[in-house]
């Protein structure tokens, strides 16, 4: 298990955020770090997607430090690696609250890696800020530990309500489905095929991969013997932009739309090539292009900024960002709370509203918030945008419920 610690003390006494606040002991105590765990696949299959969000968080982190921490304190990042499996996972989580004493943890990005640590994490009360995942059974009141999270990134029922109003226009009718094996993949099949039904298409064949799957001929080759105008994945970047590949190859020549908002099509051009792309469409909940799409324009264009000064991938600005609006409500939320508690913490995020480049991140009842959705498009080769659906909307329809 790989841990990092990330501190900024140099930063930090830079903009005087080291005054005493009396002597001895409580000076001291004034001055320790505040940890926050962060856990993320940092190898394995998805480990690009993961050291994406690590960045986005790394650039969060230093801006809160620069402008002299939370409550005169420095914010510290314990990292750690879950290998993109959710056994390790629940071990990274463990370690986090029984060894390092964390009082809030953001992660894991895939679904069945939250899923396995929501237990364990409700058991200790310590709360969680789910930054990527999407299944709908993390925020379920049922699911074991539910009662713990409070997530920044939409339910793949919201993605659904975003992109559903599209599906005619677009003539999508017969659809083959392919998603990744996981409870994220299976969640979007369910949440996705509802909303083609109510839009009067339909889901003619569902094949699902395995998580490091990189051959997927047989699975279009179904699609393509059952007729369907339209496919849609659920899948990481990479895999996505294979299955484009494979795509042009078999002259599957149909409307391709990919859910999860990590792929876009910036990352797919590059990844797949343009032909393979073109035309391609995805969902996604933040435009690097359009700070004023943000909630917060401010902050959108520093965190842009910010990632090019690093010279960082530029096709993992829109997966880093998730990372930089987790720290940056965790921040808010400690600052609210007053004290680094769990306690205080979690019911700090409660009843916290921060505009980030998610759009508006508040939560529900059942620790959900609506972000903005995004449908996105390779034209020419090029970034498009295709329609929005924006964080407010999503609030206004869930009031009106």
């Not at 939409?154 to 017969?174: F, Q």
């Not at 095929?193 to 395995?210: D, L, M, P, Q, T």
Request: include cysteine.
């Amino acid at each position: 298990m790989r841990k990092t610690k990330i501190t900024a003390w140099a930063v930090l006494a830079a903009f005087g955020g080291f005054l005493a606040v009396g002597p001895g002991l409580a000076s001291a105590q004034s001055k320790e770090p505040i940890k926050v765990g962060m856990i993320q696949p940092l190898s394995g299959p998805i480990a690009a997607a993961g050291s994406y969000i690590t960045n986005g968080a790394k650039i969060a982190l230093d801006r809160v430090n620069a402008k002299g921490g939370v409550l005169g304190r420095p914010l510290e990042l314990i990292i750690e690696d879950n290998k993109s499996d959710p056994a390790e996972t629940r071990n990274a989580a463990e370690k986090l609250i029984v060894r390092d004493k964390v009082p809030v943890i953001i992660g894991a990005w895939g679904s069945s890696m939250t899923l396995a640590m929501m237990p364990l994490a409700a058991q200790h009360g310590v709360p969680l800020v789910v930054e990527t995942s999407s299944s709908g059974k993390i925020t379920d009141p049922k699911t074991p530990g539910q009662k713990v999270v409070s997530r920044i990134s939409p339910t793949s029922e919201l993605e659904a309500v975003g992109a559903g109003a599209l599906i005619p226009k677009l003539g999508m009718k017969k659809i083959g489905y392919l998603a990744v094996n996981t409870d994220w993949g299976r969640g979007a099949v369910v949440a996705f095929g509802e909303a083609f039904k109510k839009n009067g298409a339909s889901i003619e064949a569902v094949e699902y991969v395995g998580q490091a799957d990189t051959d997927f001929y047989a699975q279009l080759t179904k699609f393509k013997a059952a007729g369907v105008d339209s496919v849609v994945i659920t899948d990481d970047a990479p895999k996505a932009a294979k299955m484009l590949q494979q795509m042009k190859e078999l002259g599957l020549n149909v409307k391709v739309l990919v859910t999860g908002g990590s792929a876009w099509p910036d990352s797919i051009v590059q990844l797949a090539g343009a032909p393979a792309a073109e035309g391609a469409m995805f969902i996604n909940f933040y435009n690097p292009y359009d700070f004023a799409m943000a909630g917060d324009p401010e902050a959108s264009k520093a965190y842009v900024d910010e990632w090019k000064k690093r010279g960082l991938p530029w096709i993992g600005i829109v997966e880093g960002m998730r990372g930089f609006d987790a720290v940056n409500v965790v921040a808010k939320a400690i600052e609210s709370a007053k004290e680094p508690t769990a306690a205080k913490i979690h019911a700090a995020l409660k009843t916290l509203e921060a505009r980030g480049l998610y759009g508006l991140n508040k939560f529900d009842q059942n620790g959900q918030s609506y972000c903005n959705i995004i449908v996105t498009q390779v034209k020419d080769g090029k970034y498009s945008v295709v329609a929005i659906t924006p964080s407010a909307k999503l609030w206004e329809m869930s009031a009106a419920k």
